[in-house]
């Protein structure tokens, strides 16, 4: 470092700035002391306009742990420098401090330079570093002079940066002024980039933006000539949630998902609509989700429609849906579509149940392939509660316990844990199916489903008196798997009781005993 901050002091230009360059690609860890001092020298003092603009560049690189009070002050007397390429380098470096800089002081040199500067590359520097210091440059005067460029800056490089920089401060800077001009901006501007600009600034505004004119403007930018205008448009009503969802702007979203021929313009519709919840679920977009869902070509539009279905929730859970999410889930070549099918089920609960849901969602359990839709699957199973709580059910959660990959057996039992408890003949369902006697594997997976379950000691002990010998040996078995758990003085007088029960009579051809018997009991022991 002591080598290249000599060559700071060299005769040669070209040494001085690539000393420059090169103590400013150090970053953070060059922003020491004396370092400061020489590249303020250079940028103050240096004849030459090259090592000046590298100078702050080299400051700006070491970003808010270079923004001091000589630093800030050196930076905005180079606003004023006689070359442009300087003040733009100088408004570059001062954007990278980002928050640290935003003193009244800089502000005011921002300021003056996006209105008053000849360099356009300048103006737009200016209107870039405000952006980057975020709300703590979101001053009335701020806005202001950004809604002025916004509007009336011949440059358009200089509008989209003042859009952007609007959009960079957030919530803070939707006031009736800038929500008015980015939205004329959005209608009327020639530059197409500027249009996104504006429309992807009002979209990180969120909800405070949504106001009826610039619902009114987005809805006009979804039929922008330009699809990247439009998808930006899609996104910003999408960012503001239900509170974008009106009549039109559902009809003008859902109409983008049918027929828009640009992919990502759909894609975004459809993340707009999911976006918006419950409050979207009108007739026209469901059928429009349920037609990207069945038939369009591009996965990713056909994954956003199965998850915009699923933040729609219970309020979408009709027959043309379910049927479409079910197709889905048992058709689709995508594997990650297949798995928001599942998903999106899922989100819907109980009011998804039909028994021709649960007979896909069993057979991508037992089936898919991809370990990750078996696990979407046993997981969706689980949230649909008391009516997903049959033999079938539970016998393809039992065999999933079995399943070669570790995520899915556990969302298996998790799953068993949840619909176990919804009836009394769950649990003995379950039992029925159990697989004993048990390997340690199977044996430690049978625990995560029982485990920290109030009501499986006291609903185990009642089932080892059942008729059936084999919910009687799963119950037992059970009780095992819980180990300390189920280690009460209740649980051990019942299972002594069944160890000193006379064994069944066992077959001539089968020597060993059958489920339920007394060996199986002393085995918990």
């Known amino acids: 470092m002591q080598e290249h901050l000599a060559q700071l002091q060299d005769p040669n230009p070209y040494v001085r700035r690539e000393a420059a360059e090169v103590l400013g690609h150090m970053g953070v860890a060059a922003a020491r002391p004396e370092v400061l001092r020489a590249l303020l020298e250079r940028l103050r003092e240096d004849e030459n306009m090259w090592v000046r603009s590298e100078a702050a560049r080299a400051l700006g690189r070491m970003g808010a742990a270079a923004a001091q009070k000589e630093v800030l002050q050196a930076l905005g007397q180079a606003l004023r420098d006689r070359d ?7 408004a570059e470096a001062l954007g990278k401090m980002g928050e640290a800089a935003a003193t009244p002081e800089v502000l005011g040199a921002l300021l003056e330079r996006l209105r008053e500067d000849e360099g356009g590359w300048v103006r737009q520097a200016a209107a870039g570093a405000l952006g980057s210091m975020g709300e703590a440059a979101a001053r009335p ?4 002079a950004l809604a002025e460029r916004l509007l009336q800056d011949e440059s358009g490089w200089v509008r989209e940066a003042a859009a952007k920089a609007l ?8 006031t009736p002024e800038v929500l008015r001009a980015l939205s004329q901006c959005l209608r009327k501007d020639e530059d197409k980039s500027v249009r996104r600009g504006a429309a992807r600034a009002l979209g990180e505004m969120g909800e405070a933006a949504a106001r009826p004119e610039v619902l009114e403007a987005l809805v006009q930018a979804l039929r922008d000539r330009d699809s990247d205008v439009r998808s930006e448009a899609a996104g910003a009503l999408g960012a503001m949630g239900e509170a974008a969802a009106t009549p039109e702007v559902l009809q003008a979203l859902a109409e983008r998902l049918r027929e828009d021929e640009a992919s990502d313009v759909r894609y975004a519709a459809a993340w707009a609509l999911g976006r918006m919840g419950e409050a979207a679920a009108r007739p026209k977009v469901l059928r429009a989700l349920v037609q990207a869902l069945r038939r369009d070509g591009d996965r990713d539009v056909r994954y956003e429609a ?9 309020a979408a859970a009709r027959p043309e849906v379910l049927g479409a999410l079910v197709q ?11 798995y928001k099918a599942a998903e999106a089920l899922g989100k819907m609960g109980t009011a998804a149940a039909t028994p021709e849901v649960l007979r896909a969602l069993i057979q991508r359990l037992r089936e898919d392939e991809d370990w990750w839709i078996r696990q979407a699957a046993a997981e969706t199973l689980g949230k649909m509660g008391k009516v997903a709580a049959r033999p079938e059910v539970l016998e393809a959660l039992v065999q999933a316990l079995r399943d070669r990959v570790s995520d899915v057996r556990r969302e298996a039992a998790e799953a068993l844990g949840r619909l176990l408890p919804a009836h009394p003949e769950a649990l003995r369902d379950f039992l029925r199916v159990l697989p004993v006697p048990m390997t340690p594997r ?20 009642a089932l080892l008196s059942d008729p059936d010998p084999r919910v009687r040996a799963g ?5 095992g798997a ?44």
């Open 306 to 314: 199965a998850w915009a279905l699923g933040k729609i929730g219970e």
């Open 84 to 90: 442009s390429d300087v003040r733009g380098e100088a």
């Open 167 to 174: 959009g960079q401060m957030g919530k803070t800077t939707a």
């Open 442 to 461: 199977k044996t430690q997976t049978l625990e995560g489903v029982l485990r920290d379950r109030p009501w499986a000691v006291p609903a185990l002990r």
């Open 482 to 525: 819980m180990r300390e758990f189920a280690a009460t003085p209740e649980v051990v007088r019942d299972l002594l009781t069944r160890r000193l029960d006379k064994a069944p009579r066992q077959s001539p051809h089968r020597p060993d005993s059958c489920p339920g018997s007394p060996p199986e009991a002393s085995g918990v022991f």
């Open 475 to 479: 119950a037992v078995w059970a009780l």
């Open 328 to 338: 889905a889930l048992r058709g689709d070549e995508d594997g990650w579509v297949r």
């Open 141 to 144: 005067e701020v806005l202001q």
